[in-house]
Structure formats: structure tokens, C-alpha cells
């Protein structure tokens, strides 16, 4: 896997909200109370991991309205 490949695979937040169709201060709250993807923090900055973004958004499908999903 080239250099190039590992960056791209990565998003920082604002990004990786974009990508989920959700504010970035949504993705600042979950990281507190939980129930959002998965991410990892260097130091002071926060990346998601694209596959973990994916695996979060797939967890959300539902078959009908009544069905419920976990607890965000």
C-alpha cells in the first residue's frame, strides 16, 4: 500500500462528517457520549478511518420505521 493510498484512506473530521451527511458537531458529540464511529486522535487531531465510516453508516440500516436501532 503506497503512501498516497494510507492518507487517502484517512478523513479528518469535518470531512469525514461530509462524507457521512452529518454536521461536524455531531461528530464532536459523539466522540464525547459516544454511539459514532470509531476514530483515532494524534495528538490534537482526529482522523476516521474510511472503512470505520463506512461499517457506521451500514450499522444504521433498517428494514422499516419501527424497527429500532441502538441508542445514540
Do not use: H
Not at 25 to 45: C, D, E, H, L, Q
Amino acid at each position: 500500500m503506497s503512501a498516497q493510498q494510507i492518507i487517502a484512506r484517512y478523513l479528518r473530521s469535518k470531512a469525514a462528517a461530509q462524507y457521512c451527511g452529518y454536521a461536524e458537531a455531531s461528530f464532536r458529540t459523539y466522540r464525547v457520549k459516544g454511539g459514532g464511529p470509531r476514530f483515532i486522535k494524534r495528538n490534537r487531531i482526529v482522523l476516521y478511518d474510511v472503512a470505520d465510516l463506512d461499517a457506521w453508516i451500514g450499522s444504521e440500516r433498517r428494514g422499516s420505521t419501527s424497527e429500532t436501532g441502538a441508542a445514540r
